[in-house]
């Protein structure tokens, strides 16, 4: 059963491309367009992994993550937080402070979305 990837993120053009290059490497990738939808898609499709923007419309990613860390069903997936360079020096520290496992500037290198996705997921 191949690993299934929530991508969270407005940017549809971020999406389409990260979806088919994960999807290419033998993911399965859900998508949703904005932090709320975020939070409903990943207790609906339970992922085993959540890739999730910062800066959103509706629910900045920050809040989406502390949601999902808080609530029984969704607390124990793993969240990689993502986004362009606007905040390259605090973001690393916020992300972990909210309760994600890491965070990766945009535009990311495929080889090491896929590492990272195999490591928090172990399928190493």
């Known amino acids: 059963m191949p690993t299934k990837v929530l991508i969270v993120d407005d940017e549809r053009d971020i999406i389409k491309v990260t979806k088919t290059r994960l999807e290419s490497k033998g993911f399965e990738v859900v998508c ?20 999730l923007d910062l800066f959103m419309p509706v629910m900045h990613g920050y809040e989406v993550c502390k949601k999902l860390k808080q609530n029984p069903d969704t607390k124990n997936i793993p969240i990689i937080l993502f986004s362009a360079g606007l905040c390259k020096g605090s973001c690393p520290k916020e992300a972990k402070d909210v309760g994600a496992v890491d965070f990766i500037a945009k535009p990311f290198d495929d080889e090491e979305l896929v590492d990272k996705i195999k490591f928090y997921t172990k399928e190493r």
Do not use: H, R
């Open 32 to 51: 949703a367009y904005d932090g709320l939808s975020g939070l409903d898609k990943a207790k609906e499709a339970k992922p085993d992994i959540v890739l």
